[in-house]
């Protein structure tokens, strides 16, 4: 049975990279019909924070990907945090140093951080230099009185390591350029390659799915699963996403928080269509695709192995489709919390009447977003009466003569009429036309600055009866008054 993880340290919120990798996991289980085990790499118990754990599992579920096991469900290989799991790593460790696959080490800190730099000076792979493996009795004897406590090593066997990688394909790796490895900190903490081996191997993992960055890690935790008597998981090192221009994502290039894409107003669904085209494809030219289409067509051998670089205009264009593909009831409730933090309505649950031009609203201005939050930027011409025309050219066309005549027309027919609806619109259009000679751009635009002071943005007829005849006419009025 396929049992996929995907184990975040609570050291920082989710980020574009990490929810990739927990995606393309529980896209595989889901596609094969197997579980997706949410664990908790908490060892690192100074960085650490429990609102970390609470965000990151909230990031999930806006995601939508829920787990088949972990801190807050349970399951048959409970507990899921790896603090609550020490005594798992302590039983492994004395299975290991029981059978001399493993040995204390008396090293200190700063001694091995000499050793580093000595051997990087001299042009060196920097590694552990063995030198506490056979230590004498006596040697240990006089450790122990100066009370240094030890860390625990792995002895790594001098041989080749195979990995038959289901993106990368076979990649082998010479062990006598690791060096022997700590598995179990002077602290009494499990270091991150053992805990992870250790965890693997009882939660019954089958398939390691990561990014590629990890794959230096492989042939140690492959030496690992042999050396406890299991048989390693398959192994599928996922390319790496970049920041734009192909550098290393960090948070001055691009590697945003999901939070950040929450609170900024893209759609779940928008995220995971764009979060699963990096560095996959369906196998055609397909680029709109729902969850379940995902699901039916996902297989790790399409991953690419090449690194995928974020791109903000392709999400924005995803996001725009997305927008417009959603209920006009559930895109109005998403933007409700956004006009009520830009003071434009007071209350997140509208009466019916108030909700109904809010939809309204909404409608004639959802082509134009690309995120939800932008809702604010485009609906201020329904609230704000009164403004300043401050561009240049929006000023320059006003001031024609072309442009108050198509003005004072467009004046005369509405104050002449009992409301605006869009058919009264595009007849009086016509109209103004026919008196002034003016059409297209310009006999719309002018009508355009009065009424919202802008040059470009929704159909005129769409937001017009929004506006109303009374502050239409106000407008107007101004702008031939300026």
Not at 62 to 78: I, M, R, V, Y
Not at 190 to 212: L, Q
Request: hydrophobic share 35%; glycine share 6%.
């Amino acid at each position: 049975m396929v049992r996929v993880r995907f184990a975040p340290s609570p050291t920082g919120y989710l980020h574009i990279g990490n929810a990739r990798t927990a995606l393309f996991n529980w896209l595989f289980a889901r596609a094969n019909r197997g579980s997706f085990i949410l664990r908790i790499e908490d060892t690192d118990i100074e960085r650490s924070k429990e609102n970390y754990v609470g965000s990151i599992m909230s990031d999930l579920r806006w995601l939508e990907l829920d787990w088949d096991e972990g801190p807050d469900k349970g399951g048959p290989f409970a507990p899921y945090r790896q603090s609550e799991r020490l005594r798992v790593y302590e039983k492994f460790a004395e299975k290991l140093l029981k059978e001399e696959k493993a040995y204390y080490c008396y090293c200190s800190d700063e001694e091995l951080k000499m050793r580093r730099s000595a051997a990087l000076k001299a042009g060196q792979t920097p590694k552990y230099d063995n030198r506490c493996r056979d230590l004498q009795e006596e040697e240990i004897e006089e450790f122990k009185k100066k009370k240094k406590k030890p860390a625990l090593r792995f002895k790594v066997p001098d041989k080749r390591v195979i990995i038959d990688d289901i993106v990368r394909g076979r990649v082998e790796f010479d062990t006598s350029l690791i060096g022997d490895f700590v598995i179990m900190k002077s602290t009494e903490t499990p270091s991150f390659n053992f805990a992870v081996v250790c965890d693997d191997i009882t939660m019954e993992i089958s398939h390691i799915i990561r990014g590629e960055d990890h794959l230096s890690n492989a042939p140690k935790h492959a030496l690992l699963f042999e050396a406890l008597g299991f048989k390693a998981p398959q192994f599928a090192h996922m390319s790496l996403t970049t920041a734009p221009g192909g550098d290393r994502l960090s948070k001055r290039t691009g590697a945003t928080s999901i939070a950040y894409y929450r609170e900024t107003g893209y759609l779940p669904e928008a995220m995971v269509n764009y979060l699963t085209l990096l560095g996959w494809s369906p196998g055609d030219d397909r680029e709109i695709l729902s969850r379940e289409e995902i699901i039916k067509e996902f297989k790790l051998e399409r991953l690419s192995r090449s690194s995928e670089a974020l791109d903000p205009n392709k999400l924005d264009w995803l996001s725009g489709i997305y927008i417009r593909k959603t209920g006009l009831d559930r895109l109005t409730r998403l933007c409700i919390p956004y006009l009520k933090k830009a003071k434009f309505i007071k209350k997140d649950a509208p009466e019916a009447d108030e909700f109904d031009k809010l939809r309204e609203m909404v409608a004639a201005v959802r082509d134009h977003l690309s995120n939800i939050s932008q809702i604010k930027d485009h609906v201020d011409v329904f609230f704000k009466d009164k403004f300043a025309i401050k561009d240049k050219e929006a000023q320059d066309i006003l001031k024609s003569a072309a442009s108050k005549n198509v003005l004072k027309a467009f004046l005369e027919r509405v104050e002449g009429s009992n409301a605006i609806d869009e058919d009264l619109f595009n007849n009086l259009v016509k109209d103004i036309q026919t008196k002034t000679g003016v059409k297209g751009r310009l006999l719309y635009q002018p009508i355009r600055i009065a009424i919202t002071g802008r040059i470009h943005g929704p159909e005129l007829k769409l937001i017009i009866p929004i506006i109303g005849k009374e502050s239409c006419v106000r407008r107007v009025k101004r702008a031939l008054n300026s």
